[in-house]
């Protein structure tokens, strides 16, 4: 299961794509994807200012 959510921005060209999916190993994980489909070349600087915070219990933790 996944879920995706999308933005373009047509004045620069610039599509943004950020997927949400479940995975055994790691819990959430985001993949993100920035295309540009614009004919002259950009030039982007990119901040991810995402910041998770791990709520899980160790068992150690859970035994208390």
Known sequence: NRLVFSER???LGLTF???WSSC???GLVRTTTLVH?????VR????????V??????AA???S
């Open 61 to 63: 933790e859970s035994d």
């Open 44 to 51: 982007v600087s990119l901040l991810d200012g995402r910041v």
């Open 37 to 41: 489909e614009g004919p002259e070349p």
């Open 24 to 26: 055994d190993a790691f």
């Open 17 to 19: 794509h950020a997927r």
């Open 53 to 58: 915070e791990d709520t899980r219990q160790t």
């Open 9 to 11: 921005n047509r004045a």
